[in-house]
């Protein structure tokens, strides 16, 4: 299995402005630093968690076509773009969506063939099926739950306090009230989360 983000979110989970509230900076000179930090808990939460926040693009690659559904990562799932595969000439070939039926509301979300209908036959390969699909809470910061939120903002503040991992012989790990924030929204997912655990 491969699995690639092809198209990042154009903003992230937090803005700016609610990070400097968050530690009380009140101008800008500290802004582009307060940026990182956003985007390195951001993806820290989203490893952490196994999750989309905002509005994103992924690519999953399989070698073939599992017996029965395909699971998709990285919940929660907007939609699917397509399916292609290469057929048995070396063909890349997009699977018709009358063919295939997507259940967005389980966790993982899952594509199976219509009623009637099976997976296509791919070409013996590497990567011969690909799903491309978008995935998170939506558009805007005020789409990803508040507990997400929220944990992201005290990663950032702790980070922006704490520069050093280790001060006077005392490591400096993220506040747990950020991890109890996020319990709730680990996905639990592995490889054999989606069938592939081979």
Not at 11 to 30: C, F, H, L, M, N
Not at 82 to 107: F, H, K, P, R, W
Not at 113 to 141: D, I, M, N
């Amino acid at each position: 299995m491969g699995l690639k983000r092809t198209v990042a979110p154009v903003q992230p989970a937090v803005t700016p402005e609610e990070a400097k509230r968050q530690i009380s900076v009140w101008d800008g000179s500290q802004d582009d630093y307060i940026t990182q930090l956003i985007i390195a808990a951001t993806g820290a939460v989203e490893r952490a968690t196994a999750r989309a926040l905002i509005t994103q693009t992924w690519r999953l690659s399989l070698d073939e076509f599992p017996c029965d559904e395909i699971r998709i990562p990285r919940p929660p799932l907007i939609a699917v773009s397509s399916i292609t595969y290469v057929d048995d000439n070396g063909t890349t070939q997009t699977l018709d969506t009358d063919l295939y039926s997507v259940t967005t509301d389980a966790e993982p979300a899952r594509i199976e063939p219509a009623y009637g209908e099976v997976w296509p036959a791919a070409r013996c390969q590497r990567e011969a099926v690909r799903v491309t699909y978008t995935a998170g809470y939506g558009a805007t910061s005020e789409s990803v739950p508040e507990p997400i939120r929220h944990a992201i903002l005290l990663m950032v503040a702790h980070w922006y306090n704490c520069r050093e991992p280790v001060v006077e012989g005392q490591l400096m790990e993220v506040p747990m009230s950020a991890k109890w924030l996020i319990d709730g929204y680990k996905t639990g997912a592995g490889p054999e989360w989606y069938n592939l655990a081979k």
